[in-house]
């Protein structure tokens, strides 16, 4: 893993010459995708308030009436209609070969699709918020951008870091840090010759691709619901999942993205998060050059609405969601082998492509499973979890009613067809496992479990998850 000299202002211009915001018809269009997110938080949630009022903030103040929380949380969602709203401004129109755009745009073909998806989570309303970054820094270095940006590696005397880190001669005692958070710490610019330039953001813009490898860095940044640092946690269990489950995971049709980490420390020896990375391979690198997040299948292009994963149906749509329903419960196979429950939602879980066909995933981002406690007692942490039933509840959240619905609706209304047609399918898939029959209620017949981001925001501890129950469409399938 070899840093490069620093790239050309030539190479780095592009995200950086972005157009402003743009419209009143741009900013409103903003606000109301924001807002329908509040509505349908309000249908689903329990918050203090009422849904009153139309803009976005007016239904932010009502559901917060009472909560001691209310200025922050209607300020964040201002924040989050103005980055929705430059999101909207970056807005192009996709390629006709994705395949040939994905291969052009990067030496990692997969950051084409990561940087595709244009306003983040389909339910959060802070999917586009980003923390204290101003405009000018959003364009900068947000996936939505098309940001490309220099990764320096910084000097950190007495750095935490496993054998193998950034060399395998010994210590290196170097730690990417994003510009952002260099800046932050007053780390100065870094050595000409110890920087990955065209790096480029990934969905969650703390990690970025630099060609081979996804480096997650640490940023002082509240991105949705949470400030995202790397815990020391984070730094051990990485690896030791990785290794650990590797092996049942490949069994169940999942490549599961190995780690490293290393964290600074400071003078009295106690881990500092706001300095610390995680390295994976990049997946073209292990063996899956067509590896495109479940997110971006339901992304539609700006000009003409056709889904990302319509491009690659052809003249069989029913057969390739077969194909596809066969690999997306894959991580369903994997917890009834080992109870270990994947947060597999659109971010951390791509479809591997062999041509045109879904034909395995790829996992990354071991920091929201969950594990049998009595079974791993080597992680720390929040993984290790008794219950099996709560570990099922953070699979099926990620997956279920997030991921697969919006998959599901895009498809649905791109071929004017029933969605009760697709879920079916979907059924079938699951049907096929052969589950124990309490985790096939779960899946097929009980209400999925959401997670309630709003009423989280508006919580003392906005971290703490807090779950609701949504219809289930699989029950009638």
């Not at 269009?29 to 509040?38: M, S």
């Not at 490949?250 to 300095?275: F, K, S, V, W």
């Amino acid at each position: 893993m070899k840093p490069t000299d620093r790239a050309s202002e030539a190479d780095t211009a592009g995200p950086h010459d972005a157009p402003a915001v743009g419209t009143p018809a741009l900013a409103r269009r903003a606000d109301a995708v924001v807002a329908e997110r509040l509505r349908a938080a309000a249908a689903r949630e329990p918050l203090p308030g009422r849904p009153e009022g139309s803009s976005a903030v007016e239904l932010a103040a009502s559901l917060a009436a009472g909560s001691v929380h209310k200025d922050r949380f209607t300020a964040e969602i201002a924040a989050a209609v103005r980055g929705t709203a430059l999101a909207l401004a970056a807005a192009r129109p996709h390629p006709t070969d994705l395949w040939a755009a994905a291969s052009a745009f990067h030496a990692d073909p997969s950051v084409w699709f990561e940087q595709a998806v244009l306003l983040g989570h389909p339910t959060h309303p802070l999917a586009r918020s980003r923390g204290e970054l101003t405009d000018d820094e959003i364009r900068a270095y947000a996936p939505e951008h098309a940001a490309r940006f220099d990764l320096g590696l910084y000097r950190i005397a007495g750095l935490d870091e496993p054998p193998v880190w950034l060399s395998v001669c010994g210590r290196s005692e170097e730690l990417p840090v994003h510009p952002w958070q260099a800046a932050r710490h007053g780390l100065g610019s870094p050595p000409p010759t110890r920087v990955f330039p065209d790096a480029a953001p990934l969905m969650s813009l703390r990690t970025v691709s630099t060609g081979d490898f996804h480096i997650k860095t640490a940023v002082d940044l509240q991105l949705t619901s949470a400030v995202r640092h790397v815990s020391e946690a984070a730094v051990r269990n990485g690896a030791i999942v990785a290794q650990r489950l590797g092996e049942p995971a490949a069994a169940c049709g999942i490549t599961l993205l190995g780690e490293r980490a290393a964290i600074a420390r400071g003078p009295d020896g106690a881990p500092l998060p706001h300095l610390a990375a995680v390295i994976r391979r990049a997946p073209h690198r292990v063996g899956h050059p067509r590896a495109v997040p479940l997110a971006a299948l339901a992304e539609t292009c700006p000009s003409d609405g056709r889904p990302v994963a319509v491009a690659f149906t052809g003249n069989d749509p029913e057969a390739w969601w077969a194909a596809f329903c066969a690999v997306a419960v894959a991580p369903l196979r994997l917890f009834a082998a080992t109870g270990v429950a994947l947060e597999a939602h659109g971010q951390n879980t791509l479809a591997s492509f062999t041509g045109d066909l879904p034909t395995g995933l790829v996992y990354r981002d071991f920091g929201g499973i969950r594990v049998p406690a009595a079974d791993w007692p080597e992680v720390v942490g929040d993984l290790p979890e008794a219950d099996p039933e709560a570990r099922l509840v953070k699979l099926l959240a990620a997956l279920f009613p997030t991921t697969l619905t919006a998959i599901v609706d895009v498809l649905a209304a791109w071929s004017d067809t029933d969605p009760g047609q697709w879920w079916a399918v979907v059924a079938d898939a699951v049907r096929g496992l052969g589950l124990d029959p309490w985790i096939e209620r779960a899946v097929l017949r009980d209400p999925w479990p959401v997670k309630a981001t709003t009423a989280m925001r508006l919580a003392d501890r906005p971290t703490d998850d807090i779950w609701v129950r949504v219809e289930n469409p699989l029950a009638a399938a």
